[in-house]
């Protein structure tokens, strides 16, 4: 079964000068896509991989396919990491964040220096390790399922994901992305991995 690219949560002009729809025309319609049909142009090569899960995929393979398919996960979970309404942690995420950090704008400064701080291309992230979250980052198209951790949030830090709206100043697009227009319910609903599961199965 071929890989198809998932539709977004929300409407394409629903975060305003935030995330541009122009932004979302070229990373989800554009680069999102062109991973998608990548993938299935290697997959449908080789028929070893055919039948294989996206995160089948992920674990077992290695240069282009796994640039593909980690980037088809990346991408497909960090769409669903955003959300055009403001929001706040709350009940047990919130309960971490505040024993391990103080306050969820601590846990964002955090982020936003592991975002502005990745050097080139890549992602940063915060992991669920047993009962602590680890703020951590993957170059390129590496993700954390390859490393099987456990993802609550992922943020991307490739130039395409802000350069329409911030140009080259990549930490006014952490700033304005991580304070205001992350989806904590998605965030929370990962604790269980209830929302890592639709990731794993995008496409």
Partial sequence: MAFTLPDLPYAKDAFGDLISAETFDYHHGKH???YVNKANELVAADESLQGKSLVELIKSSKGGLFNQVGQIWN?????QCLSPEKQEPSGKL???IDAQYGSTD???DKLKAEAVGHFASGWAALNLDGDKLVVT???DA????AHDAKPLLIFDVWEHAYYIDYRNARPNYAEEVLRNAINWDFVAQNLDGEGASRADQAG
């Fill in 32 to 34: 999102h896509l062109a």
């Fill in 75 to 79: 991408h497909s979970f960090y769409w």
């Fill in 94 to 96: 919130k309960e971490l």
């Fill in 106 to 108: 601590a846990l964002v």
């Fill in 137 to 139: 980052s993957y170059h």
């Fill in 142 to 145: 590496d993700c954390p399922v």
